[in-house]
């Protein structure tokens, strides 16, 4: 949705942008591309940073990158003057999930890590030493997963016997407890491991939380009428989002009355994009917006 992004941000010759998902550089690259604007690129994953030099050998003047967590915004800019917006496209890059060793995905082996930033506790931390009930928690509240139990249980009663080291182990583990042809139909759109691989990748990278504590920061980032885009993946995401703008609707003007959606062409070149959810809105802390905020959420 890089045209859509363009639109909300409306990125001009002297304008300053957060790209706060800096990822392999898409939506930056758009964006510089399209005017003369200067594009600060952040990402906690430490791979991000060669791609990142790659770009600023393009653009010297209107690019730089800093790797962090964009829930430490504050800290990373320091006392770089204000920005007038801010870019998220939440979750992983394909970078990350089509790379065995970062061991995000089950579609390929790899050690179980799914750490974006390369440090703390990884995947396999948590499924080879949390409680039975801690991971039931994890994989109810982040997966939406109404077998969260059983799945904790199974994983629990398979480390006895082996840890659990890689991703084909985990959701080897996983389609145990879904055996049953009534079951497999139901889960006949997604692999029956997909909701138990997403909340373990949300938990380690605390992505909720990370979410939550970036959109509070406006105020010590952005100008006024900053413009904002959020592209959210999966309705936890969303949701924090669309609490915050009702949270701050005075302060908000939201910029499209619906969400967007990719286009059918988008989903067909890129099938992971078909449940992302494209929200604009400009902000402005100072000023009391009224109405036009309801009809989108
Ligand atoms: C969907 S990708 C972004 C793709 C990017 N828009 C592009 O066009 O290539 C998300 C990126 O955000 C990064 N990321 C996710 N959560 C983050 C956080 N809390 N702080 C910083 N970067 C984060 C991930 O490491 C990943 O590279």
Redesign the pocket.
């Known amino acids: 949705m890089v045209t859509e992004v363009l639109s909300i941000l409306n990125p001009t010759s002297g304008k300053r942008i957060i790209d ?8 930056t690259t758009a964006i510089l591309e399209s005017s003369g604007c200067y594009v600060l690129g ?4 430490p791979d ?1 940073i060669d791609r990142a030099a790659t770009l600023k050998a393009s653009y010297p003047n209107n690019f730089d990158f800093l790797a ?4 430490r915004l504050p800290d990373l800019i320091g006392t770089m003057e204000r920005f007038d917006g801010i870019l998220f ?5 394909s970078f ?1 999930v089509d790379d065995p060793d970062r061991g995000f995905s089950f579609s390929h082996d790899g050690k179980l890590d799914m750490r ?1 930033s390369k440090r703390g506790l990884s995947a396999f931390d948590v499924i080879n030493s949390f409680e039975e009930k801690d991971l039931a928690e994890i994989i109810w509240k982040y997966g939406d997963e109404p077998k969260s139990r059983r799945i904790a249980a199974e994983i629990v009663r398979a480390r006895k016997i082996s840890q659990i080291t890689t991703t084909f182990d985990l959701h080897m583990v996983v389609r145990n407890i879904f055996n049953s042809d009534s079951v497999k139909k139901k889960y006949s759109k997604i692999d029956v491991a997909t909701k138990t691989f997403q909340a373990i990748r949300i938990f380690v ?1 605390d ?1 909720l939380l ?1 979410i939550d504590t970036a959109l509070g920061q406006f105020p010590r980032l952005l100008k006024n009428d900053a413009r904002i885009a959020t592209i959210s993946f999966h309705a936890l995401e969303d949701r924090i989002v669309k609490n915050w703008i009702k949270s701050n609707s005075a302060s908000i003007k939201i910029i499209n009355k619906s969400v967007i959606k990719p286009s059918h062409e988008e989903i067909k070149k890129n099938p992971r994009s078909r449940s992302a959810v494209l929200r604009g809105f400009v902000y402005n802390e100072s000023k009391a917006y009224t109405g036009e905020v309801d009809d989108a959420l």
């Open positions: 706060a998902t800096f990822g392999g550089g898409g939506h952040i990402d906690r994953d991000a962090g967590e964009f829930s496209d939440f979750g992983i890059s990350q974006m990278n992505e990370e």
